[in-house]
């Protein structure tokens, strides 16, 4: 039986890239070394980072004024790492709150300055964002306007499913367990007039800035991680790039909306224009039966389809690596189990 992991990440990881590196992993390009064990210092070490470096950098399409950094930890590191980095004298920021990660990010950030919440203000040090709320199920489509303040966005759970200009964004973060790599690893993209911002408790091997001038190297980086991340850009590439990954979100989740919209005992968490394309939230009108939802996908190969506490109680994630036929698996088992609840009740 074929299996789908519509698991919100750590996420599905082509099969192609995980044959690749199991393929070099031990004996990286002839060297006798695993991959796991290049130092530091030797300069195989560095050509992988500016392989990965370079076509993340290509696939996305990033201006010269911007730096990729690749950094350890997640997303939730940054919360905090962010209001170090950019919060300055200011001592205040505007935060958009679209949901449960852009609740966490201002919990974290108030601990370094006034958060000022869904409105903008003329001296607040930025303004930030999530882009995807993966536990909600909500989406930005477009970019919102900051006013004239830095635009920072998480971009966790939507990066490198569709095309962005980056001209227009002044920080980005990323943790890399979507889309990107295992988890482990965050990407860190920042316009460098955002440099020299840090406050002085910013611990030195997440001050941006630092980093930034280090090459990502003030410490030991994931290499693993960003190896992985170079395979998955390069995949991205070779697949059409972003325009062909936002084409495959848009169809995919178009799928599953249409599917639990037509349907008797489904209902999708959200409507309207906020609809992600990379996290499809629903459940049954009568939450009794999500259980024995969630029971009997099991037994058809399609996996993880439970939603955040926070959130909906159903949830399907359609990242970049999750083929189109899971997707129809989906929808033709909502459709099925929906036919049965037709039948008995």
């Known amino acids: 039986m074929v299996s789908f992991n519509f698991g919100a990440g750590p996420a599905v990881l082509p099969g192609d890239i995980l044959e690749q590196a199991r393929a070099e992993a031990f004996n990286w390009q002839g060297s006798g070394m695993s991959l796991f064990e290049i130092p530091f210092g030797d300069p195989t070490f560095g050509a992988v980072m500016q392989t990965a470096h370079r076509a993340l950098q290509q696939v996305l399409n990033l201006p010269d004024s911007h730096h990729l950094l690749f950094l350890q930890g997640g997303a939730y590191a940054h919360f905090a790492f962010v209001a170090m980095n950019l919060m300055g004298d200011?001592?205040?920021?505007?935060?958009?709150?679209?949901?449960?990660?852009?609740?966490?990010?201002?919990?974290?950030?108030?601990?370094?300055?006034?958060?000022?919440?869904?409105?903008?203000?003329?001296?607040?040090?930025?303004?930030?964002?999530?882009?995807?709320?993966?536990?909600?199920?909500?989406?930005?489509?477009?970019?919102?306007?900051?006013?004239?303040?830095?635009?920072?966005?998480?971009?966790?759970?939507?990066?490198?499913?569709?095309?962005?200009?980056?001209?227009?964004?002044d920080l980005v973060y990323a943790s890399a367990q979507k889309n990107i790599a295992p988890a482990g690893l965050s990407l860190v993209i920042m316009h460098e007039k955002l440099f020299d911002r840090a406050l002085d408790i910013t611990p030195t091997v997440f001050n941006y800035t630092l980093q930034a001038r280090n090459n990502s190297r003030v410490n030991t980086p994931n290499l693993?991680?960003?190896?992985?991340?170079?395979?998955?850009?390069?995949?991205?590439?070779?697949?059409?790039?972003?325009?062909?990954?936002?084409?495959?979100?848009?169809?995919?989740?178009?799928?599953?909306?249409?599917?639990?919209?037509?349907?008797?005992?489904?209902h999708a968490s959200v409507n309207g224009e906020m609809r992600s394309h990379v996290n499809v939230c629903f459940g049954l009108k009568d939450p009794a039966l999500n259980e024995l939802f969630l029971q009997q996908a099991q037994h058809e190969g399609l996996l993880n389809l439970n939603g955040h506490s926070a959130g909906a109680p159903l949830r399907a994630s359609l990242y970049n690596a999750l083929p189109r036929a899971g997707v129809v698996a989906l929808a033709d088992f909502i459709k099925r189990f929906d036919g049965q609840l037709a039948r008995v009740l």
């Not at 709150?97 to 203000?121: F, L, Q």
């Not at 999530?130 to 970019?143: M, S, V, Y």
């Not at 693993?224 to 070779?238: E, Q, R, S």
């Open 90 to 169: 200011k001592k205040r920021a505007c935060y958009l709150d679209t949901g449960h990660w852009s609740k966490r990010a201002i919990a974290e950030a108030s601990k370094y300055g006034e958060i000022v919440v869904d409105r903008i203000v003329a001296d607040g040090a930025y303004c930030h964002m999530t882009t995807n709320e993966t536990t909600q199920g909500r989406q930005f489509h477009e970019l919102p306007d900051s006013q004239g303040l830095p635009l920072v966005a998480d971009m966790t759970s939507d990066i490198l499913t569709r095309p962005i200009d980056f001209s227009h964004m």
């Open 224 to 266: 693993f991680g960003i190896y992985m991340a170079g395979l998955m850009a390069k995949w991205v590439t070779d697949q059409g790039g972003l325009p062909e990954m936002a084409k495959r979100s848009r169809e995919k989740s178009a799928v599953l909306y249409e599917t639990i919209d037509h349907s008797r005992f489904f």
